[in-house]
């Protein structure tokens, strides 16, 4: 930017701040006797009307209170209906023998109860390729990718319902993804 310019841009700025200064002045010049005469009005119709007033403030006061208990009252309510059914799910899945999990502040803080162990759940095979874990009830075909898919799903619910922690899912998983990368026995003989 040359010097020319740069005074150019000053003298603008210059120019543009005391406007800005000159409107704030009138500004203050009208709205300070203005603001004034409001205040003094009001005060005057406060004393005037302050009975008007006085009830006026008990009456908005009393429905404030009114709608406040409302509101709580129905907070509660559906507070209280919402843990009576998660009460009876709960009750329903540790019939069933599954694990119940209750999570607080928006899955903050989790609680899980009952269901099976873990020891029991997941079956080692110790067959062929050496330890690969076995999902339940799932067949021992391990090449073709739609039971790889399949087995995985499972997997992945077993850690969602809480059955499996999360290092013991990466620790199949990898197993059974290792499993289904080798030739099968069939294949090799």
């Given at each position: ?98 694990p119940v999990q209750i999570s607080m502040f928006n899955g903050l803080l989790t609680f899980t109860y009952g269901g ?72 090799t003989e």
């Amino acid at each position: 930017m040359t010097k020319k310019e740069d005074s150019y841009i000053k003298r603008h700025k210059d120019i543009m701040s005391n406007i800005g200064l000159f409107y704030l002045i009138i500004l203050a010049f009208f709205a300070v006797p203005l603001l004034g005469a409001f205040v003094v009005v009001l005060i005057k119709g406060v004393t005037d009307y302050r009975h008007a007033i006085l009830i006026g403030g008990v009456v908005v006061l009393i429905i404030a209170l009114f709608s406040f208990v409302q509101f709580l009252r129905r907070t509660f309510q559906r507070i209280r209906q919402d843990g009576l059914a998660a009460n009876q799910d709960a009750k329903k899945k540790m019939n069933r023998g599954e694990p119940v999990q209750i999570s607080m502040f928006n899955g903050l803080l989790t609680f899980t109860y009952g269901g099976q162990q873990y020891a029991n759940v997941l079956p080692y095979h110790q067959e062929g390729r050496g330890n690969s874990a076995l999902l339940p009830g799932v067949a021992e075909t391990q090449n073709q990718p739609s039971d790889l898919i399949v087995r995985l799903k499972e997997l992945s619910e077993l850690r969602k319902q809480g059955v499996i922690n999360e290092d013991e899912f990466q620790t199949i998983k990898t197993r059974l993804i290792a499993g289904s990368d080798a030739p099968s026995d069939d294949a090799t003989e």
